[in-house]
T-cell receptor, first 115, second 114 residues
């Protein structure tokens, strides 16, 4: 079954703790993205990566970190520096084609809650 | 900086009525515009993608129009059904900047009453 998987579905973070959200894709897509969605709002880009071992900050990267050691994996770490981490986190991937602006495919999301 | 707005934020209609969802953007220099559906607590499903050179796209009961000069797109859903209840998001990809960075609107939450 091809697609994007995110785990866990729900994640609880204690004060001062770092937590890591997993995103895996078997679509052989080059590019991967992390978005944050707050209640009643659209998605905001946190980080994106167009190739292995390379990634760029999005609009709201502060308090987050990523790595891209493998093509199929793009984990997101929410650090203790992120003061308001409660949100729904969505991962996406796309091919890199001639236009450089191909459709993104989204995972099912991880809801992060602070204890 | 591109800003995308969707009004209204929520909409409730009786089954069978046509739905009209609006999306406006401040910078008309877009590469394409995409409409997504999001069910509660789930990821996004792409519905329609309109290239900047196109004026509309159709898929089944869905029709999306694009007027770049006025910075507007409209998603029409004909003969709505309770299964159409979801949040609908529009997103644009800028024409000038490199890369595949989507800018999203806040979404319109739709409830279709049986």
């Amino acid at each position: 079954d091809g697609g994007i998987t995110q785990s866990p579905k729900y994640l609880f973070r204690k004060e001062g703790q770092n937590v890591t959200l997993s995103c895996e894709q078997n679509l052989n897509h080059d590019a991967m993205y992390w978005y944050r969605q707050d209640p009643g709002q659209g998605l905001r880009l946190i980080y994106y990566s167009q190739i292995v071992n390379d990634f760029q900050k999005g609009d709201i990267a502060e308090g987050y970190s990523v790595s891209r050691e493998k093509k199929e994996s793009f984990p997101l770490t929410v650090t203790s520096a992120q003061k308001n981490p409660t949100a729904f986190y969505l991962c996406a991937s796309s091919i890199i084609g001639a236009s450089g602006r191909e459709t993104q495919y989204f995972g099912p999301g991880t809801r992060l809650l602070v204890l | 900086k591109q800003e995308v707005t969707q009004i209204p934020a929520a909409l409730s209609v009786p089954e069978g009525e046509n739905l009209v969802l609006n999306c406006s953007f401040t910078d008309s220099a877009i590469y394409n515009l995409q409409w997504f559906r999001q069910d509660p607590g789930k990821g996004l499903t792409s519905l329609l993608l309109i290239q900047s050179s196109q004026r509309e796209q159709t898929s089944g009961r869905l029709n999306a129009s694009l007027d770049k000069s006025s910075g507007r797109s409209t998603l029409y859903i004909a003969a709505s059904q309770p299964g159409d209840s979801a949040t609908y998001l529009c997103a644009v990809i800028p024409g000038r900047a490199a890369g595949n960075k989507l800018t999203f609107g806040g979404g319109t939450r739709v409830l279709v009453k049986p």
